[in-house]
């Protein structure tokens, strides 16, 4: 068996999920972690002292890496990157943090990254190198419907038209015109991560907060050739 040390070498992806205000139906916090080698998932409470008490092991297939946990706590949702491309989708034992195997659901393609929207009843997936943006709905016992609801295979995928990006140090998002580009110059400024595609973005900051909601308005200084960002009015 592989050493503590070995295997956090290993680490792809951490999932958290925890009692901290927003999971009351979580009893502890609990840490997963997807290995990617091993094709397995690791289970890990965590300590008041911080210390990560491992757990079981529960096997998801070869090259899992992206994880994400829903709203509720209850599933957790991991995407293999191997050939067949699935989601696995696991119920969390709210008392103990185990993982429960669910359902195997196909994928569009090898996700880098895949998150729930607020609701969590939708996953979405993107995949740079396959220029594909999908969104799969989720049904209310957590299983991932095999169709998605919308799938983009255009490239550059940074041109697509209402593509909102979160923004590093701050839990903001921006809705970006499709004529400009993903990349933002600056010293240690806001700087784009990963994106979802919608219509449209209406998030509330906690600036606005108690406001209503607000979206970030992306304007491009052509003559200066810089971009910046300024709040503007939600489009309800």
Request: glycine share 8%.
């Amino acid at each position: 068996m592989k050493t503590f040390a070995t295997l956090m070498r290993r680490i792809t992806v951490v999932a958290m999920a925890s009692l901290a205000g927003s999971a009351p139906a979580l009893s502890a916090t609990f840490v997963y972690v997807s290995n990617a080698e091993d094709g397995d998932i690791g289970v890990y409470r965590m300590l008041d002292s911080g210390e990560l008490q491992p757990g079981a092991r529960v096997k998801a297939a070869n090259v899992v890496m992206p994880m994400t946990v829903s709203p509720d706590r209850r599933f957790l949702y991991a995407a293999s990157r191997s050939k067949p491309y699935l989601v696995h989708v696991y119920s969390i034992d709210s008392g103990t943090g185990a993982l429960t195997k669910l359902s195997d659901s196909p994928l569009a393609e090898s996700f880098p990254y895949i998150s729930l929207d607020k609701s969590g009843r939708y996953l979405f997936g993107a995949s740079y190198g396959g220029h594909v943006i999908s969104v799969n709905a989720v049904g209310a016992d957590g299983r991932v419907a095999a169709e998605p609801l919308q799938i983009r295979l255009r490239p550059h995928a940074g041109e697509r038209r209402d593509l909102p990006v979160q923004l590093r140090r701050e839990d903001r998002q921006a809705q970006l015109e499709h004529t400009i580009g993903l990349h933002d110059e600056g010293d240690d400024g806001p700087a784009p991560l990963h994106h979802v595609q919608r219509q449209q973005v209406s998030v509330c900051t906690e600036r606005a907060a108690g406001d209503g909601d607000d979206v970030l308005d992306r304007r491009q200084d052509r003559a200066a050739d810089r971009s910046e960002l300024g709040d503007g009015p939600a489009d309800r």
